[in-house]
């Protein structure tokens, strides 16, 4: 297999920085409007075109409908499984547009349809509007047919925190969870604290810490004013299960798939994840790219070309038994 060398100062990675790139506190209107728009720009380069078909629409009705879309692959259809999709961006950018770009990838590569959603974002709601938002859309699987059995949720970064946390929610009110977690650089520890910050600080085109410190605080409701609930504003513990999964119970948790960058601000994010599940006798899976960045299977490059197939490779093996060895 090709290996990729990381260079920051190749033309490709400086053009891929400037149109993704989510550095900046991100508590400035003119901020969150410059990196929003960046975002919806990304979707609209970055998602695959070809080879899905894709529908929109609303769970809920006026001001608290919720927009949707479900991209459904055109070739090798597996309709007994779902995917429902979290998209990234610190909780405070991103839409369906730039949540199409993995809700493609993955409905190609696995063969299942995948259901996305514009949840609300900070820090014009603040938890738990989106852990709220992501419960509708369960529901709307739910009532749509699908049993827990067959449903897979995804997520990158804060989106691979809110699937999480709501698994962790499902499990903890004594109900099923998801068939199975598939995770891209999820944002899991929200007290900052590991030696990955300091370590791949500037190796990383994509996400700096300064930015996970903006994010963090809009989020959980320093800055601004929630719209549905207290969460201690003034003073959060950033270690609470509510914000950091891995400080949650993992017992019972579903069988998770976790994809890293090697060269990543939240590196240890993922691996200390990997370790707590697989403490608490769960099935997980840590596929660690030496030349990979923050959510690196979001580009249009070789490199996320192969991780998507391993991960297709891995749900095949996990669902049906038998590893179907896909070729590169």
Same mark, same amino acid.
């Given at each position: 297999?090709?290996?990729?060398?990381?260079?920051?100062?190749?033309?490709?990675?400086? @053009?891929?920085?400037? &149109?993704?790139?989510?550095?900046?506190?991100?508590?400035?209107?003119?901020? =969150?409007?410059?990196?929003?728009?960046?975002?919806? =720009?990304?979707? *609209?380069?970055?998602?695959?075109?070809?080879?899905?078909? #894709?529908?929109?629409?609303?769970? /809920?009705?006026?001001?608290?409908?919720?927009?949707?879309?479900?991209?459904?692959?055109?070739?090798?259809?597996?309709?007994?499984?779902? #995917?429902?999709?979290?998209?990234?961006?610190?909780?405070?950018?991103?839409?369906? $547009?730039?949540?199409?770009?993995l809700a493609a990838k993955l409905a190609i590569s696995t063969g299942f349809s995948v259901i996305s959603f514009e949840y609300r974002l900070a820090p014009?709601?603040?938890?738990?509007?989106?852990?709220?938002?992501?419960?509708? !859309?369960?529901?709307? =699987?739910?009532?749509?047919?699908?049993?827990? *059995?067959? #449903?897979?949720?995804? /997520?990158? $970064?804060?989106?691979?925190?809110?699937?999480?946390?709501?698994?962790?929610?499902?499990?903890?009110?004594?109900?099923?969870?998801?068939?199975?977690?598939?995770?891209?650089?999820?944002?899991?520890?929200?007290?900052?604290?590991?030696?990955?910050?300091?370590?791949?600080?500037?190796?990383?085109? #994509? =996400?700096? *810490?300064?930015?996970?410190? /903006?994010?963090?605080?809009a989020y959980v409701g320093v800055t601004g004013k929630t719209d549905e609930t207290e969460t201690g504003k003034e003073n959060p513990d950033y270690a609470?299960?509510?914000f950091s999964p891995l400080f949650g119970v993992f017992e019972n948790f579903p069988t998770t798939y976790i994809q890293v960058g090697k060269n990543e &601000?939240?590196?240890?994010?993922?691996?200390?994840?990997?370790?707590?599940? *697989?403490?608490?006798? !769960?099935?997980?899976?840590?596929?660690?790219?030496?030349? /990979?960045?923050?959510?690196?299977?979001?580009?249009?490059?070789?490199? @996320?070309?192969?991780?998507?197939?391993?991960?297709?490779?891995? &749900? $095949?093996?996990?669902?049906?038994?038998?590893?179907?060895?896909?070729?590169?």
């Open positions: 297999m090709a290996i990729l060398n990381l260079n920051l100062n190749d033309p490709l990675m400086r @053009a891929l920085k400037a &149109v993704n790139s989510i550095g900046g506190k991100s508590l400035t209107e003119e901020d =969150l409007k410059r990196q929003r728009s960046s975002m919806e =720009l990304a979707g *609209k380069l970055a998602a695959p075109s070809d080879d899905v078909t #894709i529908k929109s629409f609303t769970i /809920g009705k006026g001001k608290a409908a919720l927009p949707c879309e479900w991209v459904k692959p055109d070739l090798a259809h597996n309709p007994n499984y779902i #995917i429902l999709y979290a998209h990234g961006g610190g909780y405070t950018c991103g839409g369906l $547009s730039y949540a199409r770009i014009e709601h603040t938890y738990p509007a989106q852990l709220n938002d992501c419960e509708s !859309v369960w529901k709307y =699987l739910k009532k749509k047919g699908y049993k827990e *059995k067959q #449903i897979l949720l995804a /997520g990158d $970064s804060a989106g691979g925190n809110l699937v999480l946390c709501f698994t962790q929610k499902l499990l903890s009110n004594k109900k099923r969870p998801p068939r199975m977690l598939l995770l891209f650089s999820p944002w899991t520890d929200m007290t900052a604290t590991s030696k990955s910050y300091e370590k791949y600080e500037g190796k990383d085109p #994509i =996400l700096n *810490k300064e930015f996970i410190l /903006g994010v963090r605080d609470d299960s509510r &601000v939240l590196h240890d994010d993922s691996t200390s994840l990997y370790k707590k599940i *697989k403490k608490a006798g !769960v099935f997980a899976e840590i596929d660690v790219e030496q030349d /990979g960045w923050h959510v690196y299977q979001q580009m249009p490059l070789p490199v @996320a070309g192969r991780a998507m197939k391993r991960l297709a490779s891995y &749900v $095949s093996e996990e669902l049906f038994g038998e590893d179907i060895m896909l070729t590169e």
